[in-house]
């Protein structure tokens, strides 16, 4: 069974203060793992799809990165709209089936 | 991306009625999927729902609670049944957009139950 692990369960940031979130994670075979945003009463924001060891995606002030065994999520100089719950997922090669982490959330502090 | 609807938005319901919740989706996408999260937590995957197909309903998930119907390629509905306490949660729709070997799932804004 998928198992998906993130850390921290919350992150408090002052704005500009940099700071990466983890996921780590278990499957007998990766086809892609998924990062969300999700506001509170909102449904998740998809971001990121990495599917193989070492590759990086940007957007704006988030990176996320891949290696075989966990995923990390860099927030650059974040800005209090960077607040929210941060999901990780992963999707295993032979279904179609997201297996989601419980989530960070970060609160960034003007 | 995909433009996906659910209604309603929010309800609050008595113990041992149903509720119906409709996903609607501005593309034709062969899979949907619903998801459950429970207050404080992820989300867990209900079932997939398939055009033309019967449900496949994930461990812990049985039609009888969580009849599911996919009439076309861009709506679909989940029945909340007999519903106690319990089953408050938000539910949400997701559906597999891309066209490769792995598609993105993205999410409708999901349904918040209170079943009182």
């Known amino acids: 069974e998928d198992q998906v692990t993130q850390s921290p369960e919350a992150l408090r940031l002052q704005e500009g203060e940099s700071s990466s979130l983890n996921c780590s994670y278990t499957?007998?075979?990766?086809?892609?793992l998924f990062w969300y945003r999700q506001d509170p009463g909102k449904g998740p924001e998809f971001l990121f799809t990495?599917?193989?060891a070492g590759e990086e995606k940007e957007k704006e002030r988030l990176k996320a990165t891949l290696t075989k065994k966990e995923s990390f999520l860099h927030i650059t100089a974040p800005k209090p709209e960077d607040s929210a719950t941060y999901l990780c997922?992963?999707?295993?090669?032979?279904?179609?089936?997201?297996?989601f982490g419980a989530g960070t959330t970060v609160t960034v502090r003007a | 991306s995909a433009v996906i609807s659910q209604k309603p938005s929010r309800d609050i319901c008595q113990r041992g009625t149903s509720l119906t919740i409709q996903c609607q989706v501005d593309?034709?996408?062969?899979?949907m999927f619903w998801y459950r999260q429970q207050p404080g937590q992820s989300l867990t995957l209900i079932a997939t729902?398939?055009?033309?197909?019967?449900?496949?309903?994930e461990s812990g998930f049985v039609i009888d609670k969580f009849p599911i119907s996919r009439p076309n390629l861009t709506f679909s509905t989940l029945t909340v049944s007999n519903m106690s306490p319990e089953d408050s949660s938000i539910y949400l729709c997701?559906?597999?957009?891309?066209?490769?070997?792995?598609?993105?799932?993205?999410f409708g804004p999901g349904t918040r139950l209170t079943v009182l």
């Open positions: 997701s559906v597999e957009l891309g066209g490769r070997s792995t598609d993105t799932q993205y």
């Open positions: 499957v007998s075979g990766l086809r892609g």
């Open positions: 990495l599917y193989s």
């Open positions: 997922a992963v999707q295993e090669s032979s279904d179609y089936k997201l297996s």
């Open positions: 593309s034709q996408v062969t899979m």
């Open positions: 729902a398939n055009q033309g197909s019967e449900a496949t309903y």
